[in-house]
């Protein structure tokens, strides 16, 4: 795996770019979502991860990113990699289950994530699982398309009622 960084050629543009801009833009050319890795963004720069095989190509072909012209480099040192940032969540449900982890990351009801999972929208460690009812291991990282993703920290208590108390830190 390589890591690419894309940056604005021009010091002022108008437009905010996000996760889902970043991602259009390197599908746009015509490459499939299995060669593009993470996609990090801070400030007005994104890094992200492909194949090392695609790299030249994301460098001499990806020349625009919305309305943004924009100049792709290769990142030789892993200090350029900025670190990702989380935020912490802390909350009850009733049991580990798939569907009530993802509705407490998501501030959502429960219920209303059952239908993500069904679709198979929903990854564990990359796998994709369609079964609301699994439970998730320590350090699992969920990943739910159009949503987000978050790494699962564990229980951290069980309250005086039962729940349990779990730990969650959600991607920014």
Same mark, same amino acid.
């Given at each position: 795996? $390589?890591?690419?960084? *894309?940056? @604005?050629?021009?010091?002022?543009?108008?437009?905010? +770019?996000?996760?889902? $801009?970043? +991602?259009?833009?390197?599908?746009?050319l015509?490459? $499939?979502?299995?060669?593009?890795?993470?996609?990090?963004?801070?400030?007005?720069?994104?890094?992200?991860?492909?194949?090392?095989?695609m /790299?030249d190509?994301?460098?001499?072909? +990806?020349?625009?990113?919305?309305?943004?012209?924009?100049?792709?480099?290769?990142?030789?040192?892993?200090?350029?990699? @900025?670190? @990702?940032?989380?935020?912490?969540?802390?909350?009850?449900?009733?049991?580990?289950?798939?569907?009530?982890?993802?509705?407490?990351?998501?501030?959502?009801?429960?219920?209303?994530?059952? /239908?993500?999972?069904?679709?198979?929208?929903?990854f564990?460690?990359?796998?994709?699982?369609? /079964?609301?009812?699994?439970?998730?291991k320590?350090? $699992?990282? *969920?990943?739910?398309?159009g949503?987000?993703?978050? *790494?699962?920290?564990?229980? /951290?208590?069980?309250?005086?009622?039962?729940? +349990?108390?779990?730990? *969650?830190r959600?991607?920014?």
């Open positions: 795996m $390589d890591c690419l960084k *894309i940056e @604005p050629k021009a010091l002022r543009f108008s437009e905010e +770019l996000g996760h889902r $801009d970043y +991602l259009g833009a390197l599908l746009n015509g490459v $499939d979502r299995s060669v593009v890795g993470d996609i990090l963004i801070k400030d007005k720069e994104a890094w992200f991860f492909c194949l090392h095989k /790299s190509f994301f460098i001499e072909n +990806l020349i625009r990113v919305k309305h943004t012209t924009v100049l792709v480099s290769r990142v030789e040192q892993a200090e350029e990699i @900025p670190e @990702p940032e989380f935020e912490m969540i802390n909350g009850t449900c009733a049991s580990v289950r798939l569907d009530a982890l993802i509705g407490l990351a998501f501030q959502t009801s429960r219920s209303s994530m059952v /239908s993500f999972i069904e679709s198979g929208l929903v564990v460690n990359g796998k994709l699982i369609t /079964s609301n009812g699994y439970e998730p320590e350090g $699992d990282i *969920i990943s739910v398309r949503k987000g993703r978050f *790494i699962y920290d564990g229980v /951290s208590r069980q309250t005086k009622k039962g729940r +349990l108390g779990v730990r *969650i959600k991607y920014v």
